[in-house]
């Protein structure tokens, strides 16, 4: 066994709850493995959205944006493939990761897959594990804010599975939005975010809120900082938003 799946695993039991709730959708027309996949993500933490065909799947898209997308070769109606294009083609789905499921073996459907702009492709059939392992690697390289990795950014950690905060040896007090918002910057360093973009990446798209919400959380981001002195990785930049910055002047 892959030492990395017994990792995984194990972690799963003890904690089977992720430090940040992922929503995923599974396009599967076969009943069986679509419930059996179902079960394993549930079980994992996940949120699982299911749909049985691309039209289905569109539906559920627009209702609401998965964090990551599980998608069949061969489906009734369009296939994955039209699918995993109209997603990168689109604007709205065009960064949400897309793991192609198939019972296609070849090399050159692999190369039509990753074509298509799956970002990876995982051949049935497969263990529950293998899958768990691959939505991980994913998630790690597409999309860590939605991983539990511990983060160090200077003397400033943030550890996503105890929800604590330390800069230097203070342990500091952060709220959850603040915390979410945090974990945030740290995975997306030197970025300049606009309020509507933070909005969507952190309160998650579809949700009504006004964007002055963004300046008080950052408000009271900075000061839960404060007694560290790393408030000052949060710059403000004049007219576009929010950045946080990988260094810091020294404190006088
Ligand atoms: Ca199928």
Redesign the pocket.
């Known amino acids: 066994m892959h030492p990395y799946s017994v990792g995984l695993i194990t972690q799963f039991c003890v904690q089977p709850i992720y430090a940040m709730s992922t929503t995923i959708l599974v396009i599967?027309?076969?009943p069986a493995i679509q419930e059996l996949i179902s079960v394993n993500l549930s079980f994992a933490g996940h949120k699982v959205l299911r749909a049985f065909d691309a039209e289905q799947a569109q539906t559920l898209i627009r209702a609401e944006l998965p964090d990551l997308i599980l998608l069949?070769?061969?489906?009734p109606g369009a296939s994955g493939i039209t699918l995993a294009k109209k997603l990168r083609s689109e604007e709205r789905t065009r960064q949400v990761p897309v793991i192609m499921l198939t019972a296609k073996g070849a090399e050159q459907d692999k190369v039509e897959g990753l074509e298509a702009g799956a970002d990876d492709y995982i051949t049935k059939p497969f263990s529950p594990k293998e899958l768990m392992a691959r939505i991980k690697a994913v998630l790690r390289r597409r999309a860590p804010q939605l991983t539990d990795d511990v983060i160090k950014i200077g003397t400033l950690t943030l550890d996503p599975a105890t929800h604590r905060v330390h800069g230097g040896d203070t342990a500091l007090s952060v709220g959850p939005t603040e915390f979410r918002l945090l974990h945030f910057f740290m995975t997306h360093t030197e970025r300049v975010f606009s309020r509507a973009q933070l909005l969507d990446q952190v309160w998650g798209d579809h949700v009504f809120v006004e964007e002055r919400t963004v300046d008080v959380h950052i408000r009271r981001l900075r000061k839960a900082l404060e007694p560290s002195g790393h408030e000052q990785h949060i710059e403000t930049v004049r007219g576009a938003g929010y950045r946080f910055a990988m260094q810091v002047a020294p404190t006088p």
């Open positions: 599967e027309d076969e069949d070769w061969m489906l």
